[in-house]
């Protein structure tokens, strides 16, 4: 754990943020930022479509690019965004987003009936507010509101609300308490980093992704102590990273190759290679076992 730490921690929360802005993810929240007038609006509907970004019918990063356009198109066309109207008519001929439908339609109207999860978003966004304890205090809201303990949608949320901070030159602190959310691709690389092993990393893997997700949140809480680094600034390394693992096959040094060059590449070069080398050595420990 603590070479993991160490690794991240040299590469620093600038150069993380720097990744974020690589993001595919992120890119899409630039692209609807720029095209719409009321960066509120914009941002209670990411928050919105954060909330619903599970059981996908096709990649996260597909999924969020059709709904920045279907967003912006519906921005430019109507000059304002009716939250549960967008998505009831948005959803229905989504390619990416397909199931339990009645159900997300359900949390959006939660959502956007809770005053305490709107005053804040807009206080966030308009700077009145910008402080971590007001992040957090919109975590704890948007549980509340949603009824939910799911901690994966409710961390992704706010995480996606950064980034509509970031690409409208908002700047709002992340709290170093709000966990990961761990999807598919961060339980992958919190097993092949072997910050949790019990045998294969690809039982641990699977395990991960289900009942066992409490300890990926686990680890990735003790690593932002030991880095002073907040999770949610870990996420995008861990995402793009567990994308580059999964190309290569999962094979060792094809993989470690494959991280680093990624990693230099989107910092534009503005790092070592040895530094981009030991996260990658880091993060796929477990394939390089024979």
Known sequence: MREVSSAISELGLDNLKRLEERDPQYEAIRFLVKRAENIVEVAVLVVANALISYRLTGPGE?????FAREAAMEAEQTGNLNVERFFRDFLARSRHNRLLVGQKISR???FGE???CQELIKGLLEGHSSSSNDVLRLWIELGRA???KSQKTLS???KMLYYVARSASRNIELPSTIPIPVDLRVSMTT???LLVSNGSWRRVWR???GRGRGLAVEAWRRIGVLSRIPPLHIDALLWTSALEIKKQGFKC????????ESIYTKLDRGVTKDVCEKIAIELTRALCIP
């Open 108 to 110: 959006i109207r939660r």
């Open 191 to 193: 097993a092949t980093s």
């Open 207 to 209: 395990e991960l992704y």
């Open 156 to 158: 992704f949320a706010v």
């Open 253 to 260: 040094e094809r993989a470690i190759k494959a991280v680093a």
């Open 146 to 148: 949603l009824g939910s």
């Open 114 to 116: 809770s005053r305490a």
């Open 62 to 66: 597909s999924y969020w690019w059709e």
